[in-house]
């Protein structure tokens, strides 16, 4: 098993070994008095892994029967020329190519060239038809926006334009230009861009390819066909829906698969316990280490704990707690209170490793702390000592056997093995597909993506309890329940102050320490744990500043038409288009 999962692991590396990503594409594109159109599109390249030398872009040279010339052209890396060569591809397409030497790198490039014989001036409209994005690109871009400008000033009243290609695509109109966007669009998904204005804005039409008809009828009764016609496709569908249906039907057979992986190594423990109340604590530990055995994924205690180890440490009589009175700013805006904490002479002798710690964290040699200030933001000493102070509670909570980290462990390889399976056969299939089906190119880079994120989205669940942790686990859940039932808490007896004070420390824990204050407030007024210093007069046991840090401590942890619209479904029949990418 181990050899297969090595060679899995090798073959996916040596695959993605060499990897890249294209960031936002705009556009700039000019049409110029003389029927030439300059085009500049700009694209971020992020090189993430492997060494590159070369950015292109490809570029068909023919439409509707006529050939085009590209008659300039330069690639720029932010902003500045690099070296440059075109190569033909056949007798119709040529690609235009920048090269230097790239790794690890994100830079910008410009592709910049100039057409000619691709407007068709009628006697009324020209036309431009043009891909803004062909169907040959390697990878997906987020989005476009591009930019077209018309050759002199007219109003959008009196031209038109409409856009072909996504559903999430959009043309707008201004004065002088068009506006074109789109977002997440796929490498084989066009973007297409048509404007029809007034055949006199084209002084010289030497660089056209001129119809002694008229146009602008035509061109509007074509592409109503496109929206009345929504059976046109770049290609087959049912190839798509073939291979489609082949990646879906084995990852659904990965899923089941982990499913009873998980049933036998991940699923919670059944318990003998149905009790609807637990009336007394189940455990006299500290609440650090029941927020260890609450959060079974991470294993480590969490926000509130702190708060809850700060009052067990009052508890215990390490430290006092008192209310002040806060400074308000402009004396509106603010909290009414803050909350100091008091260091007391007794010694820690007592005390477990972590608690020491904490203790010692907090005053730092001092015998006074105001804790709204010391946790007012974030800060990065605080932040690297509660991660490494969560690591020790979590070392210490493993003697408690409140995890089953073995079956955990196992759950996880078989897991890991089930995704790269379906990995590798999702992978098999589709580079057998893509000369087949161009979509099926842009779902490898995302069938690893996806394989990561499963594996370490389905291997949380594994993180179980043993009986033992499951056990007491419920017990406590029964606690909490008890706790938010103010019927059965009036049970206690009437000298239960001190008593009430202990379960406050858990109830923290267990996020019902509000609910909890409230009650002794009300069973108990004027009567607060010895270890309170209240704010107010009656010295009522209010704590409002003190469970305000809850909050305050998770600073520590850091669409188309002639006027513009969306784009119309057909077309697909302009010029340009063709592809790019990095190798």
């Given at each position: 098993m181990k050899k297969i999962l090595l060679i899995l692991l090798l073959f996916t590396i040596l695959v993605f070994a060499k990897s890249y990503s294209i960031g936002p594409m705009t556009q700039e594109i000019y049409i110029n008095l003389d029927g030439t159109v300059d085009i500049n599109e700009t694209l971020s390249y992020s090189f993430n892994s492997g060494s590159f030398s070369e950015v292109y872009r490809t570029i068909p040279l023919s439409w509707q029967g006529a050939v085009f010339e590209i008659l300039e052209c330069q690639v720029y890396e932010d902003g500045k020329p690099i070296n440059t060569r075109v190569d033909s591809?056949?007798?119709?397409?040529?690609?235009?190519?920048?090269?230097?030497?790239?790794?690890?790198?994100?830079?910008?490039y410009t592709f910049s060239y100039k057409i000619s014989h691709i407007i068709v001036c009628y006697e009324d409209v020209c036309d431009f038809y043009w891909k803004l994005k062909g169907t040959e690109w390697d990878k997906p871009f987020p989005s476009l926006k591009?930019?077209?400008?018309?050759?002199s000033n007219i109003s959008k009243e009196n031209y038109k334009a409409w856009g072909?290609?996504?559903?999430?695509?959009?043309?707008?109109?201004f004065d002088n230009y068009a506006y074109?966007?789109?977002?997440?669009?796929?490498?084989?998904?066009y973007v297409e861009a048509r404007l029809a204005f007034p055949s006199e804005l084209i002084t010289d039409k030497s660089n056209t390819i001129i119809k002694n008809e008229m146009g602008l009828e035509k061109i509007i009764n074509e592409e109503l066909s496109f929206y009345e016609n929504n059976d046109l496709s770049t290609y087959e569908e049912k190839e798509d829906s073939l291979i489609i249906f082949l990646l879906i039907f084995i990852w659904i057979c990965g899923l089941i698969s982990i499913y009873f992986i998980w049933k036998k190594y991940g699923k919670e423990p059944e318990i003998n316990f149905d009790a609807k109340y637990y009336r007394e604590l189940p455990n006299n530990y500290s609440p650090a280490v029941l927020g260890c055995l609450i959060d079974a994924i991470n294993k480590k205690p969490r926000t509130n704990d702190i708060v809850a180890c700060i009052l067990d440490l009052a508890q215990k009589g390490y430290l006092k707690i008192k209310e002040v009175p806060a400074k308000k700013t402009w004396g509106i805006f603010g909290k009414d209170t803050h909350t100091i904490i008091i260091r007391t002479n007794k010694e820690d002798t007592n005390l477990l490793s972590f608690e020491k710690d904490l203790l010692t964290f907090l005053f730092k040699n001092k015998k006074e702390v105001d804790l709204d200030n010391k946790f007012k933001k974030y800060n990065s000493t605080n932040y690297s000592f509660f991660e490494e102070w969560k690591d020790n509670v979590k070392k210490h909570v493993e003697k408690y056997k409140f995890h089953n980290l073995e079956d955990a462990k196992t759950g996880k390889i078989y897991t890991l093995l089930v995704i790269l399976i379906v990995t590798f056969?999702?992978?098999?299939?589709?580079?057998?597909s893509i000369?087949?089906?161009?979509?099926?190119?842009?779902?490898?880079?995302?069938?690893?993506?996806?394989?990561?994120?499963?594996?370490?989205?389905?291997?949380?669940p594994f993180e179980k309890r043993t009986e033992k942790g499951a056990l007491e686990y419920e017990q406590w859940m029964a606690f909490k329940r008890f706790l938010e039932d103010l019927t059965l808490m009036k049970e206690k007896p009437p000298s239960a102050v001190e008593l009430w004070g202990h379960y406050l420390i858990y109830a923290v824990s267990l996020g019902v320490g509000e609910k909890v204050i409230k009650y002794i407030n009300l069973e108990y007024p004027n009567n607060s744990p010895n270890w309170y210093i209240s704010n107010n007069i009656n010295t009522t046991f209010t704590m409002a500043s003190f469970m305000a840090l809850n909050t305050t401590m998770a600073s520590i942890s850091p669409s188309s038409s002639g006027s513009g619209g969306g784009f119309g479904s057909g077309g697909g029949f302009g010029g340009g288009g063709g592809g790019g990418g990095a190798r």
């Open positions: 591809i056949g007798n119709n397409k040529i690609e235009l190519i920048g090269y230097s030497s790239w790794k690890n790198e994100v830079h910008d591009s930019k077209i400008y018309l050759p072909h290609g996504p559903s999430n695509g959009n043309v707008e109109l074109y966007t789109a977002s997440d669009i796929a490498g084989s998904q056969l999702s992978l098999i299939i589709s580079s057998i000369c087949l089906c161009p979509l099926v190119a842009m779902l490898i880079p995302f069938i690893v993506m996806f394989s990561i994120i499963f594996y370490f989205g389905l291997s949380k």
